[in-house]
């Protein structure tokens, strides 16, 4: 019931006792209340009065107390158990809950800028923020829930410190699990309660024995995964070697050059039969001289396993007995005398005639010509001062990732059954959370997580020309979720985000600033990219106002009352001394739904979310509890 006057009550502010207008309908209510009830022994009349006017004078006591228990419903956290979230398994199956709240509509917009000039006050101590802006419609809060199928759209979060982002991934992480999905979380923070959040989630769907732990900080219990484990050809291993490359100085000139140098590595592990992994890697990019090794064996093995008389004359017409031998020296060539300049012109010598063989096979269609192997003679045949040069921005690289223990976990034995690649896990619908331990090791957390990036879009590539698993009954989503995206903002995560959507990989992503972002992919209209990919975005409290003015910019305006007033005086020569003028006028200007000088003002556990269906949502989000 709402009282007229100066019983009204401002829905959107007056949530406590203690707000003015609270107090003053508390005051004039009693006063009017005590004078009728002292009056009300005068006459009989007076008594009926008085007992008429307690029935029917409008109370603001009813919508006071309702107020209050609503204040003290916010302030409690919404506790949400996993077994809870079981009982809603097919619900979740196609709706992904997000929490309570309610859609946000142009009149909270005008209700939220009044109270914004007026000043938003907490009146709570538990969390930061102000709990007016989700009382603004306590009357039609209801839970929240989106299309799962608009998940492959694509979510970015954004969110200060501490105002709740990895409990969105809570939230988000356990539903997917729930759901089936494959689940791919890279934590930089490695956030334990996350883990174990997920890890009961998947012991309590049946799921424990295809959960799988990468942890830097703890390599000895951690999973084995090789991150370079998907790809088609070597160049590909190469784009994601050289992305670890910084982007500016000398590094940045012999880029390209150092592209051909691990190419040639990889092709060369290729011809040798051995895996490609950062172990087998380095050491294949550090012997330059074992190319014309392996070049010498493989152009051998390849003219005699032919079949073909001519070739065979060519290649024996080619080379005299002196060439031969010369040739079965190579096996014999290290370091040392591969510096030699005589050394050096009779190994290109030597490499030359190789490469005459293979154009040759090539020319008459005996073979299809190969780049890769192209790429290798011409990288074998460098002056080794020169490729040093090329391959000295890259090394320090490859011996981070190939530093102390790691060879175990990220490049294990080959004959190790215990390894996993993203392609296998992703195949066998597996969950892994990936801990990075960025804050005591960025350098190697952030080559790690660029790298299982890139990989993830070799697999998606791979799932997306693939017709049988388009038509194949055991497809399923692939749910990934990077926390502290600024750390492995980059060209991988652009690709990942443009392309994946085809192999049903529903992406996502959280930052808490839109400056991580630019600063670490390079530029800003590189950081627009990667957010301008995501369709459903979420904003928990920001106080950057550079990142709240982006998250609003997509939002869709409506037009707010602007109020602006002048006085003015004259002094006049005349006996009727000074002149006074005033104006006042209130015009309707264009707003952002939701303004964003608002958002820091949003408590923990709050957000604001634009979504792919073009809905805004207000709402608070539930902690998720794994017992």
Known sequence: MKAPFLFTIDAASDISFSTPKMKRSLYLYAILQGYLIATAFNSYFDAVICILSIILLPSPLPYLIKRYLQLRKNNNLNILTISKLLQYKSKLSDDLYLGNGFEWLPRHTRLLHEQLQSGLKSYSSKRHGSFALQNMDFKNEKRLYIPVSDLTLHTIIFGTTGSGKTRLFDLLTVQAVLRGDTVIVIDPKSDSDLLSRITACARKNRRERSLHVINLANIKESSKINPLGTYNRPSEIASRITSLMPDSGSAQSFKAHAHSAITAAVAALTLENKKVNLKNLLQSVSHQERFGVILDNYIKELVLSLNNPKA??????????????????????????????????????????????????????????????????????????????????????????????????????????????????????????????????????????????????????????????????????????????????????????????????????????????????????????????????ISLRLKDAATAEIFTKAMPHTSVPSQSSSISYMENDSSSGVNYGASRSISMEKSPLFPPEALQYLPDLEFVGLFADGKIFKGRLPLISPN
């Open 312 to 537: 065979e004359q060519f290649y024996l017409t080619l080379y005299s007995k002196a060439e031969k031998d010369a040739l079965a020296s190579t096996k014999n060539f290290n370091k040392e005398n591969a510096k030699d300049p005589l050394n050096r012109k009779g190994i290109n010598t030597i490499i030359f005639h190789l490469e005459l063989v293979y154009n040759y096979l090539c020319e008459h269609n005996i073979v299809k010509t190969d780049g890769d192997i192209l790429t290798l003679f011409s990288v074998a045949q460098m002056d080794p001062s020169y490729y040093q040069k090329l391959t000295a921005s890259v090394m320090p690289c490859l011996r981070t990732l190939c530093g102390g223990d790691l060879n175990a976990m990220l490049s294990p034995h080959s004959d190790n059954s215990k390894e996993i690649t993203l392609d296998n896990l992703i195949s066998g619908n597996g969950i892994i959370y990936v801990s990075l331990n960025c804050l005591s090791d960025p350098t190697l957390g952030g080559y790690l997580g660029k790298l299982l990036i890139a990989d993830l879009c070799a697999v998606a590539g791979k799932i997306y020309t693939n017709s049988t698993y388009h038509n194949s009954a055991q497809r399923h989503k692939v749910s990934v979720f990077i926390d502290e995206a600024g750390e492995m903002a980059g060209e991988p995560l652009v690709q990942l985000l443009n392309k994946s959507r085809g192999a049903d990989f529903a992406v996502t992503i959280a930052t808490q600033t839109f400056s991580d972002l630019a600063k670490r992919s390079g530029s800003e209209d590189a950081a627009l990219q990667i957010i301008g990919n995501c369709n459903n975005k």
